[in-house]
């Protein structure tokens, strides 16, 4: 089974502060993707990343930054945290390429309060 | 950039009835359709997907139907029991390649009514 393990289920931070959203997974996947989830909104793709150090920005990357320095792991940051970062963050990785390969596999979330 | 619209946002059902969800998507490059369903406080989970080379995939209960042309895809649910109740994403990946992500539409809460 894949196993996609967000480090947090629940966060509270404060307007302003610098916040690390961790993910790793087990399965040696070439693709990472982190998405926010809003009510009314579904799922929105902020960033993934294809491979080591690579990343590309997705719908909504505006105030948000990643990191790759590990195949196994993906993190996404908030370099200063507002109160419309207020969500849930899914990560969500894929073996690449095409065929069954191409299918994502979500963590369960990380839900993010910022006051 | 790729959009994906889907209806209804909310749909009731009788126990043992079909039911149908529709999406619609704007990139006619986009070629891999998946659905997944979201159970409350869970993560989303894929339940079928479809490829832009194939018109109708099934499993089981579950169908999915894909129209190139007007660039729609519908999820069919017959015989419906309690426990698909959800919450269902339709989404679409542009032609881009394998790393693309995804473009999900809004998501259709599926009741189904005892």
């Known amino acids: 089974d894949v196993k996609v393990t967000q480090s947090s289920r629940y966060l509270v931070k404060r307007t302003g502060e610098k916040v690390f959203l961790e993910c790793v997974q087990d399965?040696?996947?070439?693709?990472m993707f982190w998405y926010r989830q809003d009510p009314g909104l579904g799922l929105r793709l902020i960033y993934f990343?294809?491979?080591?150090?690579?990343?590309e920005k997705g719908d909504i990357p505006e105030g948000y930054s990643v990191s790759r320095e590990k195949k196994e792991r993906f993190s996404l940051i908030l370099e200063s945290a507002s109160t419309n970062q207020t969500s849930m963050y899914l990560c969500?990785?894929?073996?690449?390429?095409?065929?069954?390969?191409?299918?994502?596999?979500f963590g369960a979330g990380t839900r993010l309060s910022v006051l | 950039g790729e959009n994906v619209e889907q209806h209804p946002s909310t749909l009731s059902v009788q126990e043992g009835d079909s039911a149908v969800i529709k999406c619609t998507y704007s990139?006619?490059?986009?070629?891999?359709f998946p659905w997944y369903k979201q159970e409350l406080g869970k993560r989303p989970q894929l339940i079928i997907d479809?490829?832009?080379?194939?018109g109708e995939k099934k499993d089981q209960r579950i169908a999915v139907t894909l129209n190139k042309t007007a660039k729609h895809f519908s999820l069919h649910i017959t015989e419906t029991q309690p426990e698909d109740s959800a919450v269902y994403f339709c989404?679409?990946?542009?032609?881009?390649?394998?790393?693309?992500?995804?473009?999900f539409g809004k998501g259709t809460h599926l009741i189904i009514q005892p």
């Open positions: 969500a990785s894929s073996r690449g390429g095409v065929g069954r390969r191409d299918i994502q596999y």
């Open positions: 399965m040696d996947h070439e693709n």
């Open positions: 990343s294809y491979d080591v150090k690579m990343k």
């Open positions: 990139d006619s490059a986009s070629n891999y």
């Open positions: 479809i490829r832009s080379n194939v």
């Open positions: 989404a679409a990946r542009g032609g881009g390649g394998g790393a693309d992500g995804l473009t």
